[in-house]
């Protein structure tokens, strides 16, 4: 994908569709993508897309609510936004999408120290960082995040413009397949395993800040009356903070990744999201953000939803509470 195609396209939806602001990318001092609100056409002229980018832009459309807004969106932000419209956080009308390829996002953790490393291009499935004076070229596929590997939905599913492109095939299985194993300990072992990851943990709700679908104004863990949590990060209550924001995720993650790169202890926060997720589809054949127009999984019922309580789906004469 050629850059002045980008900024061609995203201009032409500014002036057509009479923007208020776009969200989109733009160089850093480093090098590194970091994410931009332009606000005229020739701010546009800055907008830039490649796998150095990191957060998840849907991330930000709350803020602008009432606002007729563009965005620039890979699969897994297209998928954002649906939910976000069939959430009721954004109407279809103030919004104008610029579909871009995927070939899947640097997890700059991979890199190891980034202190004077900064980033100089990417192309055909490599990329090249200028670090120690050196020029390094590096292959994408050795550096992309977890989330990126697994991807099944690159190309955006929703847009109004379309940037033409190649976008990453053949997901891992990575994530499934570390799903399976870790369903497949006992629980005391699983438990442990969990424990471990929330030892990392130091609650400051990077990983929250990161998601498009975290945009509650008032979260649990700031609730005071009543108290959920205390503010020292310690292991219980890190365990609470991090299984209630998985429910609140279930069948909503689109998997994107955002808050994973987020975070800076490493917690693996996407098996857990993973495994969520997994579930919801296994048991309501349903998987977030592909339909506009489409209730949450856990946000409608149908008679035939599988119900473990009675031992089977719901029968005729047997009540929810009697
Ligand atoms: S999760 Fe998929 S669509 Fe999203 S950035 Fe990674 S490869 Fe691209
Ligand atoms: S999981 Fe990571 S990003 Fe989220 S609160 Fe814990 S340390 Fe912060
Ligand atoms: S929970 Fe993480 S992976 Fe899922 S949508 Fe939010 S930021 Fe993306």
């Not at 490599?126 to 989330?147: A, C, M, N």
């Amino acid at each position: 994908m050629r850059t002045d195609d980008l900024i061609l396209k995203c201009q032409e939806a500014f002036r057509e569709k009479e923007l208020d602001l776009f969200l989109g990318f733009e160089r850093s001092s480093s090098g590194f993508l970091k994410p931009a609100v332009f606000t005229s056409l020739e701010s546009l002229e800055k907008i830039s897309w490649d796998p150095s980018a990191s957060l998840n832009l849907a991330t930000f459309i709350p803020r602008f609510k009432g606002k007729k807004v563009g965005i620039i969106a890979p699969g897994c932000v297209s998928r954002s936004l649906v939910i976000l419209i069939n959430e009721g956080q954004v109407s279809r009308d103030r919004l104008t999408v610029v579909g871009v390829p995927c070939q899947g996002l640097i997890e700059r953790k991979k890199l190891g120290d980034l202190k004077g490393v900064r980033f100089l291009d990417s192309q055909n499935g490599k990329f090249t960082l200028q670090r120690g004076g050196q020029i390094v070229e590096l292959p994408l596929e050795d550096y992309l995040s977890e989330s990126c590997l697994d991807c099944d939905h690159s190309g955006p599913v929703l847009y109004d413009y379309l940037i033409e492109g190649s976008s990453r095939k053949n997901p891992s299985g990575n994530l499934e397949k570390r799903v399976k194993a870790l369903v497949e300990l006992s629980p005391g072992k699983r438990l442990l395993y969990f424990k471990k990851e929330a030892e990392k943990c130091i609650r400051c709700y990077a990983c929250r800040q990161a998601c498009p679908m975290c945009y509650c104004e008032s979260c649990f863990v700031e609730s005071s009356e009543p108290r959920w949590l205390t503010a020292v990060p310690e292991v219980a209550d890190n365990l609470i903070w991090l299984l209630t924001r998985v429910y609140h995720l279930a069948g909503r993650c689109v998997q994107c990744g955002s808050c994973a790169r987020a975070c800076p202890e490493g917690v693996d926060l996407m098996s857990l999201l993973a495994w969520a997720n997994q579930s919801v589809s296994e048991l309501f054949q349903y998987q977030p953000g592909l339909e506009i127009g489409e209730k949450p999984a856990l946000g409608e019922y149908r008679l035939e939803d599988p119900d473990f309580f009675w031992g089977g789906g719901l029968t005729e004469g047997k009540k929810c509470c009697s």
